[in-house]
């Protein structure tokens, strides 16, 4: 009679072979999988495991794959300055797909406002900002001008309204 060491040595390289023998009794037409199996069940396997194998690599490769032009570049932008007197609104428009972000500090001397507009390539207005009446005031605004067009604003104008004066700006997309 073998020591207990001796049968757990002997039958560690008989684990796939019970394994394989369980496997049989339980699928016995599942043994002889490949295109000259006698089973015609064991082709469908096959094409299965195949179909399946295929599904998992293509998934993997779409989904760890960046989508084409997601490395995209930064949006342009442009610089403004309007100043009548003491007062001014400078800043930088950033040109966006359906919108223009107009950030800046808006310097109000006495009480006056700032208006921005938005322009779509046929002309007709889009979308408006104002900062609504401020006095004697400096302050920093961020305000999101809609465009919602294919494309975006071709132009915004902005006007600053001071006390009696305006004065406005064209700034074209660069």
């Known amino acids: 009679m073998r020591s207990i060491a001796a049968k757990r040595t002997a039958t560690l390289p008989n684990r796939f072979a019970t394994a394989l023998f369980h496997f049989n009794r339980l699928m016995p037409h599942a043994t ?74 808006h310097r109000a001397v006495g009480c006056n406002r700032v208006w921005f507009s938005t322009y779509g390539a046929s002309g007709n207005e889009l979308g408006t900002w104002n900062s609504g009446t401020r006095c004697n005031v400096t302050y920093q605004f961020n305000a999101v001008l809609p465009a919602d067009v294919p494309g975006g604003a071709a132009s915004v104008r902005i006007c600053l309204d001071a006390n009696t004066a305006d004065k406005c700006a064209w700034y074209n997309r660069p």
């Open 32 to 105: 002889a999988i490949g295109p000259c199996s006698p089973h015609p069940g064991d082709r469908m396997k096959t094409h299965l495991t195949a179909t399946l194998g295929s599904i998992v690599l293509t998934a993997g490769t779409l989904l760890g794959a960046p989508a084409a032009g997601a490395q995209s570049a930064p949006y342009p932008s442009t610089a403004f300055d309007l100043t009548i007197g003491a007062s001014s609104v400078r800043g930088t428009l950033t040109w966006r797909d359906r919108s223009v972000e107009a950030a800046g500090t």
